[in-house]
């Protein structure tokens, strides 16, 4: 019972920053119709951003707080990750809107590597470990254990959400993107400028995935180049096994999966009698969008979409 | 006048690619390899064009076939089984060395074998959706790879697997260096003659595919799905058939990859191979043959070249600019700047394609 509830915890910590970045993915999907590979890429920026920031001020102001640094930090990576997405839609996805469907699709995994390998050259290619800002004592809820940094990925998470759902249902920025998702061409008729909606987006994606990628890297205390990639992907799976497209399908997919993968990895072992150990847990992700697409191509919450006329 | 021009044409660059391991071979091994490497690609490329180019269905799990190939020749022709397995090794007290005429057939037949049961369940989905779950597919074949050293030690897990055994034809040892009077042959540049064979004879199966009726049938899949129902075109065994297909193609590759390298480990079929594979497809002009090349052998040769050139570059950032770095580096701003200057890619087809071309939003 404890551990089930401790990898129920686990779960949804890890589906909250799934949730972060699947946001991401699917309001520039829903807009544009890109997969934005490049996503998680801008999550690692974010991360590797706030851990030189935090390097910094801790040399130069030894007596700060960690949750000052923490805050400050973030804030001044999400500046840089919007400031990277809004440029990368700029450059290499703007040009191609109207080209065939692959073309953008090639350079956002271009960007991708680029991001990578830029990351490679100004970070070095090393685990950098992640500086604990937080206490460190774990609160004990029922048998099981959280730390003050899960609870802060959970709060952060509800909050950015919380902001974002206002931003698109009640604001005038918001209506523009949900109309521009229609029907772009329509939307510009009625006096939306779809370029002015289609940066914000990408402004507020990176901002979601920079709060991401400082969670994720507080949670696990450690931080590369590389650490975007498979977050990344699962996200986007979140993203499909939601319904793409929609953002409450976002955040549902990214939570399930969450604990889909938690609990799975937790069990795995004992259901399999020892013959599949926890190293299997990056898999369930996939199978289960597979069995899930299978089954309803659409995901969980998405409209079902005729067939094109 | 023009079909003699042809000839001709077509007789020099035959000549030069008959002549270019000789030459390259003078400059080092390492050039050769980079040409056989290329070579692979192009392998690799021309099975992908079936299932992205002529069928429209994007495969972002592709290295998966070529992983599993390239397992399929790795465990049947290494010490690999024979040390895990006493009852193996009691079986086969000379080792294992399949023979490549059972080996090759075996490699092509499970990787085709799997992308039809890959197709199966994907048949419903298309665009995006298909992406991500042949994405997922190649992740899961790389997972599993990595982790099938426990409790039975069978792909000798992230260690990967070596000592594989190196072709044998008719008497003829491929890892061994041929030495007939005073020339020699390197072992790359015959594994050289023999990926160049195998390309173009593939060339020539693509090119009567693009044209026969399955050919035209997946282009009209392509174009569109449902006016292609209509006229009679049995979607679901077509779209089968180019899954399995492909998937041939890649674990014939793999096999040649296993063989040529030695060594095989999970990190060489990462999910970034899938990625830059699909890239040289779009790159070079997807679904049009020699555009499909020209991708492949610039995305995998001509970083290789550079690395070569770039010495002094590293010298100059301090080492942080390392050779595997730059070429990364160059394969993305490569794949970004021909996408942004050329959509269609850099040698498109002259025709079709309207789907690829103007996709609807």
Not at chain 1, 195 to 205: L, P, Q, R, W
Not at chain 1, 238 to 258: H, K, M, R
Request: hydrophobic share 55%; aromatic share 10%; net charge positive.
């Amino acid at each position: 019972m404890d551990i089930l509830l401790q990898q129920i915890i686990n779960g949804l910590v890890l589906g909250s920053m799934y949730a972060l970045i699947a946001l991401g993915y699917t309001m520039v999907y829903g807009i544009i119709n890109l997969i934005n590979f490049a996503h998680g890429e801008v999550m690692m920026v974010g991360a590797l951003t706030s851990w030189t920031i935090i390097g910094l001020m801790q040399e130069s102001m030894p007596g700060t707080p960690g949750p000052v640094i923490l805050v400050i930090a973030l804030v001044i990576a999400c500046v840089v990750a919007a400031t990277l997405n809004f440029v990368i839609e700029k450059v290499a996805y703007r040009p191609l809107r109207n080209s065939p469907k692959l073309a953008p699709l090639i350079t956002a995994i271009g960007m991708s590597t680029l991001l990578q390998t830029l990351a490679m050259i100004i970070w070095k290619p090393t685990y950098k470990s992640y500086p604990t800002l937080l206490p460190s004592t774990p609160i004990e809820i029922g048998g099981a254990l959280i730390s003050p940094t899960q609870v802060m990925i959970l709060g952060f998470t509800a909050v950015s959400l919380a902001v974002l759902m206002w931003l698109v249902n009640y604001t005038k920025l918001g209506r523009a993107m949900r109309a521009t998702a229609e029907n772009p061409r329509v939307a510009g008729l009625m006096g939306v400028k779809p370029d002015f909606v289609i940066s914000a987006t990408f402004i507020i994606g990176a901002v979601l995935a920079a709060i991401a990628g400082v969670m994720y890297a507080s949670n696990y205390g450690t931080a590369q180049h590389a650490m975007g990639f498979l977050p990344g992907l699962k996200a986007f799976t979140a993203a499909v096994f939601g319904g793409i497209g929609n953002l409450a399908g976002a955040v549902v997919g990214a939570i399930l999966l969450g604990l889909i993968e938690s609990i799975g990895a937790g069990y795995i072992g004992e259901l399999t009698g020892g013959v599949l150990g926890s190293n299997y847990s990056d898999i369930f992700a996939f199978i289960v969008l597979i069995a899930m697409l299978t089954l309803r191509p659409s995901g969980l919450l998405g409209e079902r979409v005729a067939d094109r006329a | 006048m023009k079909q003699q021009q042809k000839v001709i044409l077509f007789f020099i660059a035959a000549l030069g690619l008959l002549i270019l391991p000789l030459l390259l071979q003078s400059f080092g091994n390492a050039w050769v390899r980079i040409a056989d490497m290329a070579l692979l690609y192009v392998l690799l490329s021309l099975g992908l064009n079936i299932v992205v180019g002529y069928a429209g269905l994007l495969d972002l799990g592709y290295i998966a076939f070529f992983a599993i190939g390239a397992y399929t020749f790795g465990l049947l022709a290494s010490p690999q089984l024979t040390d895990a397995f006493p009852a193996i090794a009691a079986m086969f007290p000379n080792g294992l060395h399949t023979p490549l005429w059972v080996v090759i057939p075996l490699a092509a037949g499970t990787a085709g074998l799997l992308g039809v049961l890959l197709g199966a369940p994907t048949l419903r989905l298309r665009g995006d959706y298909l992406a991500i779950v042949t994405l997922g597919f190649g992740e899961i074949i790389r997972v599993f790879m990595n982790n099938m050293d426990q409790p039975f030690n069978i792909t000798n897990g992230p260690k990967g697997i070596s000592q594989i055994d190196s072709f044998h034809f008719f008497g003829l040892d491929m890892g061994k260096k041929l030495v007939i009077g005073n020339f020699e042959l390197a072992s790359v540049s015959m594994y050289y003659y023999l990926f160049l064979a195998l390309v173009v004879f593939s060339v020539v199966i693509c090119h009567r595919l693009q044209l026969s009726r399955v050919g035209r049938a997946w282009m009209a899949i392509r174009e569109d799905e449902i006016a292609a129902k209509a006229m009679g075109i049995n979607t679901r065994n077509l779209k089968l058939l180019a899954f399995g297909m492909g998937a041939t193609f890649g674990g014939v590759s793999g096999a040649m990859f296993a063989s040529f390298q030695g060594f095989i480990s999970p990190e060489s079929f990462s999910l970034m191979e899938s990625a830059i594979l699909v890239a040289m497809v779009v790159l070079g002009g997807v679904g049009h043959l020699p555009g499909v090349i020209l991708g492949a052998v610039l995305l995998s040769a001509l970083p290789e070249v550079l690395r070569y050139i770039a010495g002094p570059l590293q010298e100059f950032t301090g080492g942080r600019l390392d050779a595997s770095i730059l070429r990364q580096l160059l394969i993305a701003l490569a794949m970004i700047a021909v996408m942004l200057l050329r959509p269609r890619g850099l040698w498109p087809s002259p025709e079709h394609g309207k789907t690829l071309l103007n996709a609807k939003s």
